[in-house]
C-alpha cells in the first residue's frame, strides 16, 4: 500500500485570504444552541486543522490556534477538505445548529441549507494512514430508497465516499455498504454474523473508520394510533422508550468497543410529520417528531466520545406545533400509488448527503461544491466541563447485595469498586445523594456515567444500569404519556431486549467485562410547549434536580431459568459530569454584630452585600466550629427578612422559637445572581463545608 503523503504548509494563517477560504469563530456556548449568541465570549487557542487536496496544488494540511476573538480563517483555495477543531481540554463541541435556520433566512439555498459543521475527531488521522473503510449501516434512508424514481442504492453515501477520496485521494477506500430495507433499532442488536454487516457485532469485527446509521423510523413504523386513542399513544410511546434504549446500546457500544471510528447519526427520522404543503402528516407525528430528533441529538452527543448528528430534518419541509411551515419544499417521495410517503426524493437525498458531509466537518471550495461557494463560514461553540460530582448514599432493594458500597463515590480509590450481586427477579442496588450546593455553576448540559466491570461469568441473568433525576425509573400504573410528560429515566447500559417481535436482540452487547469500561448518556428531562408556541423548549437540569438523582444497577433476566448466573456488577465509580460554566461567587457578608433583646429576640446586623438579593441566618456550635466544621444546616432561616439597622446596615430578627438550642456561633450569607456568598472560612481563606450551606 502506498503511504498517504501530504504537504505541511507552516506560518501562520492569513486574516485576509485571497484564495477561497473557510473561517469562523471558536466560541464559548452558554447555551449549548451552537450559535454565537451575544455575551458569548470568543475562545483563543483552539487548535483547527484543514486537510486536503487543492485542485491546483495538491495537498494541503494547516493547523493554527484560534485569536483571541476566537477567529480563524485557511484559505486553501478550491479543493475537498475535512475542518476539525479539537476540543480544548475539558471542553467538548457543543451540537451543530439544529432548528435555528429555516428558507426565511437569508442565503438559505438548496441543497446545503446554511452551513452547519460538525466534525470528525479520527477521520484525518486515519485518512493519513492510506486506508479508510467507511460502513452506512441502518435502513431504507442510508440505502436511498423511494419509491419515485428508484434511485441507485447508497448514492449519497457513495458521493460521500467519493468526496473523502477527494481529500485524501492516495487512500484505499473500503465500503462497507449495508443498510437493509425496514431495519430498525432491534435488527441492529441481533447477531447475525460477519455476513450480515447491518448489526452491532459485525462491525465491532470489522473495525470501520467512519460509520454513518440511519436508524429508528422503522421502529415508529405502523405505530401511528389509527384511532388516536391514549392507549394507541401509550403503546406508540413505549416503542420509541425501547427504541432509545436499543440506541443508546449501539452507540455505547461503538463507543467502547470500536475505539478508532468516527459516528455520524441520522436525524431524519421519518417525514411522516412533514405537511409542507403536500405531505402527509398525523397529528402524532408532527407532536413527537421533534421530541425523538431532540432524543437522538442527545444519544449522539453524551457518548463518552461525542457524535455527530447529520441534522437533516430542518432542511425538509417541517411543521410546526401551530401549523406554520419551514424548510425545503418537495423534498419527499409522493409515489402515484401512495406505497412511499416517507422517503426523500432524489433532490432530497442531495440534501442529506451534504449534512452528511458537513456532520463528517467536510468542506468543498469551488466547482465541486454544490453551491460553488468560495467562502464558507464554520463556527464552532464548546462547552466547558465544570465540575464531576459523585453520590454518596446506597441501598440495595428486594435482595440485592453489595460489598463496599462507598468504593463507587469515588475516582480516588486505586479503582476498588462496589461489588454488586444481583438475582433473576427485580433485585437492584441504587447510588444517590448528588451535591445541589454548587449553586454558581450555570447548568447547561448534564452527562450520567459508569466505570464498571464485571466478574463470574454473564449467563442470561442480565443487568441494567439507568438514572432518573427523581428516584422514578418508570412510569406509575395507567400513567398516559404526552410529549411533555414520558420521560422517566436516562439509558446508561442494556437495551430495550428481547419481545414477541424480536425474541434474538442482544440486551447486552458484551455483558463480559473484564476491564474497566466506561460509558455516558445525556441526562434529560421532558420538553417543554409554552402556551402559543411552535416549538418545544429543552430546559437544563437544575440543582434542585442533581439532588434527587439516583442511579441504579438492576437485574434483567432474560430466561426464567433456574437459580443466578455467578457474576458481580463491579462499579468503579458513578458519577455526573456539570456542563456549563460559573458564575462569578460574591464575598463573604461582613462586620456581623448580635444584640439580644429582653423578650429573647436576636438582631443580627450586617454591613449589606451590593446586589445582593436576599440573605439568609445560619446558627451553629463552636466545638464544631473549632474541629473545622460547620453544622448550621438545621438551624437555617433562609431569605430572612431584613429591616434598616441605621448607619447604613442591615438586620435580620430572629425570634427565641427560631434559635438553636446552645447556637454559639451566628452567619449571615447573601444571594447575588442566586448565588450563595461563602458561609465561613478557615485560616489560609478556604472555605468550611458547602454542604451546610441549605439555603441555596
Not at 463518552?304 to 424548510?327: I, K, L, P
Request: a negative charge.
Amino acid at each position: 500500500m502506498r503511504p498517504l503523503c501530504f504537504a505541511l504548509l507552516v506560518g501562520s494563517l492569513s486574516a485576509t485570504p485571497t484564495l477561497a477560504q473557510v473561517s469562523g469563530t471558536a466560541f464559548e456556548d452558554r447555551n449549548g444552541n451552537g450559535i454565537q449568541d451575544a455575551g458569548e465570549p470568543g475562545l483563543p487557542g483552539v487548535q483547527i486543522e484543514v486537510f486536503g487536496t487543492r485542485d491546483a496544488g495538491g495537498a494541503f494540511d494547516q493547523t493554527a490556534s484560534s485569536t483571541a476573538a476566537g477567529d480563524w480563517s485557511a484559505a486553501p483555495g478550491n479543493g475537498c477538505y475535512l475542518v476539525l477543531p479539537a476540543d480544548p481540554t475539558g471542553w467538548r463541541l457543543t451540537q451543530t445548529r439544529n432548528e435555528s435556520y429555516v428558507k426565511s433566512t437569508p442565503g438559505y439555498v438548496h441543497p446545503v441549507g446554511r452551513a452547519r459543521l460538525a466534525k470528525l475527531d479520527l477521520g484525518i488521522a486515519n485518512l493519513k494512514t492510506g486506508a479508510f473503510r467507511y460502513a452506512s449501516m441502518g435502513d431504507s434512508i442510508a440505502r436511498n430508497f423511494n419509491a419515485c424514481t428508484f434511485p441507485a442504492a447508497f448514492t449519497y453515501t457513495n458521493q460521500v465516499r467519493a468526496r473523502l477520496q477527494c481529500t485524501a485521494p492516495a487512500a484505499v477506500m473500503t465500503a462497507d455498504n449495508t443498510a437493509v430495507l425496514g431495519e430498525d433499532t432491534d435488527d441492529l442488536l441481533t447477531n447475525d454474523g460477519a455476513a450480515d454487516g447491518n448489526n452491532v457485532f459485525a462491525q465491532i469485527q470489522r473495525q470501520p473508520d467512519l460509520i454513518t446509521l440511519s436508524i429508528i423510523g422503522n421502529d415508529m413504523k405502523d405505530i401511528d394510533p389509527p384511532t388516536g386513542s391514549q392507549t394507541e399513544i401509550n403503546a406508540a410511546v413505549g416503542e420509541m422508550i425501547d427504541s432509545r434504549q436499543n440506541l443508546q446500546e449501539i452507540l455505547s457500544a461503538f463507543a467502547s468497543e470500536i475505539p478508532g471510528a468516527d459516528v455520524t447519526l441520522n436525524t431524519l427520522y421519518d417525514n411522516l410529520a412533514y405537511n409542507c404543503y403536500t405531505g402527509t402528516s398525523t397529528a402524532f407525528h408532527r407532536q413527537w417528531f421533534p421530541v425523538l430528533n431532540q432524543m437522538l441529538r442527545d444519544l449522539a452527543w453524551g457518548q463518552t466520545r461525542r457524535f455527530s448528528t447529520n441534522e437533516v430534518g430542518v432542511e425538509f419541509a417541517h411543521e410546526d406545533q401551530q401549523a406554520a411551515c419551514f424548510g425545503f419544499d418537495g423534498q419527499i417521495c409522493r409515489d402515484l400509488f401512495g406505497l412511499d410517503r416517507i422517503h426523500p426524493t432524489d433532490s432530497g437525498y442531495t440534501v442529506v448527503r451534504e449534512k452528511v458531509w458537513e456532520a463528517d466537518g467536510g468542506v468543498n471550495l469551488g466547482p465541486k461544491d454544490a453551491l460553488a461557494r468560495t467562502a464558507i463560514t464554520a463556527d464552532y461553540g464548546f462547552l466547558r466541563r465544570v465540575r464531576r460530582i459523585y453520590p454518596s448514599t446506597w441501598e440495595a432493594r428486594s435482595g440485592a447485595s453489595i460489598t463496599d458500597p462507598t468504593a463507587a463515590f469515588s475516582e480516588t480509590d486505586g479503582g476498588a469498586p462496589a461489588g454488586i450481586a444481583l438475582g433473576s427477579a427485580a433485585q437492584e442496588v441504587r447510588f444517590a445523594g448528588f451535591p445541589d450546593w454548587w449553586d454558581e455553576i450555570a447548568i447547561v448540559k448534564v452527562l450520567a456515567g459508569v466505570r464498571y466491570r464485571t466478574s463470574g461469568t454473564v449467563g442470561d441473568d442480565f443487568y441494567r444500569i439507568e438514572a432518573s433525576i427523581n428516584d422514578q425509573f418508570r412510569p406509575p400504573a395507567g400513567f398516559n404519556y404526552t410529549p411533555t410528560s414520558w420521560n422517566f429515566f436516562t439509558p446508561i447500559v442494556g437495551s430495550g431486549g428481547p419481545d414477541a417481535a424480536f425474541p434474538n436482540v442482544e440486551l447486552l452487547v458484551r455483558p463480559n467485562v473484564a476491564a474497566y469500561r466506561e460509558v455516558s448518556a445525556t441526562l434529560t428531562k421532558n420538553a417543554v410547549l409554552a402556551g402559543g408556541a411552535g416549538e418545544y423548549s429543552w430546559p437544563a437540569l437544575t440543582h434542585a434536580d442533581l439532588a434527587t438523582t439516583t442511579f441504579r444497577v438492576a437485574a434483567a433476566p432474560k430466561a426464567a431459568t433456574p437459580g443466578n448466573d455467578a457474576y458481580q456488577v463491579q462499579l468503579d465509580a458513578a458519577w455526573l459530569d456539570l456542563y456549563g460554566y460559573e458564575k462569578p461567587r460574591p464575598p463573604e457578608v461582613s462586620d456581623l454584630r448580635l444584640t439580644r433583646l429582653g423578650d429573647g429576640t436576636v438582631l443580627a446586623s450586617f454591613a449589606p452585600l451590593s446586589g445582593a438579593q436576599r440573605y439568609n441566618v445560619y446558627q451553629g456550635h463552636l466545638d464544631t466550629l473549632r474541629a473545622g466544621g460547620l453544622d448550621h444546616g438545621a438551624g437555617a432561616l433562609c431569605a430572612a427578612p431584613t429591616s434598616d439597622a441605621g448607619g447604613g446596615r442591615l438586620q435580620a430578627s430572629v425570634s427565641a422559637p427560631q434559635q438553636v438550642a446552645s447556637a454559639t456561633y451566628w452567619l449571615v450569607t447573601a444571594h447575588v445572581s442566586d448565588v450563595e456568598s461563602p458561609s465561613g472560612t478557615a485560616t489560609g481563606g478556604a472555605e468550611l463545608d458547602r454542604a451546610q450551606s441549605t439555603c441555596h
